[in-house]
T-cell receptor, first 111, second 110 residues
């Protein structure tokens, strides 16, 4: 069983569109995260949710809206996509102060 | 701002040799570091961690050294294999979030 799974793996879309990326974890962790990895492999945290509650929002544009229906799911909705949103987005989950488990990423390409 | 970062973007090592990947951090209060490995098309994967009450920790073929005096840590991989080819990140666990350094790509030469 995949511990942290995110869909889709690839997403190609036009500027201005709205898209969602889904993430699910079956590890029973309380906290979930979204990270963005740019073309230079730099990984930056975007959001964290603890038991469905937003904990961290790292000055991400309002076009990005995370939603956590329950503690096993954290979805990322992006409105009015821009070229600069092209990146690989990683979902992760963690418990306490232990290391995170990451999903395999969603490569978003905005054309 | 305070950060954690790697010294070299790329490291090429002969297969069978030992690899050493270095990382520096700026906050002397940092107390928990993690090394991750990211293979192509995959997410970062935990390798080994170290807390500030230790200066060395060993795993299977990997060793992490922490020098708090100069705010430096390193990842040593013994007898490097083709499967070690990846991007390696040092990261700081700040409690509410994990901050990643820039990453070093490890190339294995045949």
């Amino acid at each position: 069983d995949t511990a942290v799974s995110q869909t889709p793996k690839y997403l190609v879309t036009q500027m201005g569109n709205d898209k969602s990326i889904k993430c699910e974890q079956n590890l029973g962790h309380d906290t979930m995260y979204w990270y963005k990895q740019d073309s230079k492999k730099f990984l930056k945290i975007m959001f964290s949710y603890n038991n469905k509650e937003l904990i961290i929002n790292e000055t991400v544009p309002n076009r990005f809206s995370p939603k956590s229906p329950d503690k096993a799911h954290l979805n990322l909705h992006i409105n009015s996509l821009e070229l600069g949103d092209s990146a690989v987005y990683f979902c992760a989950s963690g418990q306490g102060r232990e290391s995170y488990t990451f999903g395999s990423g969603t490569r978003l390409t905005v054309v | 701002g305070e950060s954690v970062g790697l010294h070299l973007p790329t490291l090429s090592v002969q297969e069978g040799d030992n690899s050493i990947i270095n990382c520096a951090y700026s906050n002397s209060a940092s107390d928990y570091f993690i090394w991750y490995k990211q293979e192509s098309g995959k997410g970062p994967q935990f390798i080994i961690d170290i807390r500030s009450n230790m200066d060395k920790r060993q795993g299977q073929r990997v060793t992490v050294l922490l020098n708090k005096t100069v705010k430096h840590l390193s990842l040593q991989i013994a007898a490097t294999q083709p499967g070690d080819s990846a991007v390696y990140f040092c990261a700081e666990n700040r409690g509410d979030k994990i901050i990643f350094g820039k990453g070093t790509r490890l190339h294995i030469l045949p």
